[in-house]
């Protein structure tokens, strides 16, 4: 299965540069995501804009597919890449700022998709999980009876790109997909969670 990263956003929170190539722990952030797509057994794609040319450079310099947007948004990225990319099978649509994200919880998150049967998947966390100086992730949902936060990773079909598709709502009590990078204080939450994890 194909995983689109989405990575075109100026990341003007952190005022640290391109948001994919912040080094966590001496490696882009971005580097994370590719690799635990690739222990999953997933083809990552990366989707880059104009606002994020050296996220670009980085993908070229290491074989890494780039899919050029034109950073109007997440969603018009998102379809503009998929049609782009001419996918009709159902593939991952990832961001790029959950680098604690790992292939077993990829895999999982696939398994789920498969039994579920459903057009889309978005997986959810407990908003409990989530810590972030701003006051944690504003868009929640009710899921199963808990109060829960996008986590960032979905799967939808290629060939309904654009349209309202059935979702099935995951939710999973996963440390690593609460971790989304926004502030200087996620960094460093994600920079001591890695480390100790090894």
Sequence with gaps: MRALIMAGGAGSRLNLGEKPLILINGQPMIAYV?????????????????????TANWCRARDIPVCRTEGSGFVEDMVHAIRALDEERPLFISVSD???????TIKS??????????????????????????????????????????????????????????????LLDEPCLALNVNTRADLDDVETYLKNIK
């Design 34 to 54: 590719i690799k635990a797509f690739q222990l999953a057994g997933c083809e990552p794609v990366v989707a880059v804009s104009q606002k994020t040319p050296m």
């Design 98 to 104: 959950i680098p604690c994200i790992t292939g077993d």
């Design 109 to 170: 998150i696939a398994g789920a998709y498969d039994t579920a049967g459903r057009d889309a998947l978005s997986t959810w966390v407990p908003a409990s999980r989530v810590h972030s100086c701003h006051g944690g992730m504003p868009y929640r949902e009710q899921i199963n009876g808990i109060e829960a936060c996008p986590a960032g990773i979905n799967i939808l079909r290629g060939d309904r790109a654009g349209k309202v598709q059935d979702e099935f709502p995951l």
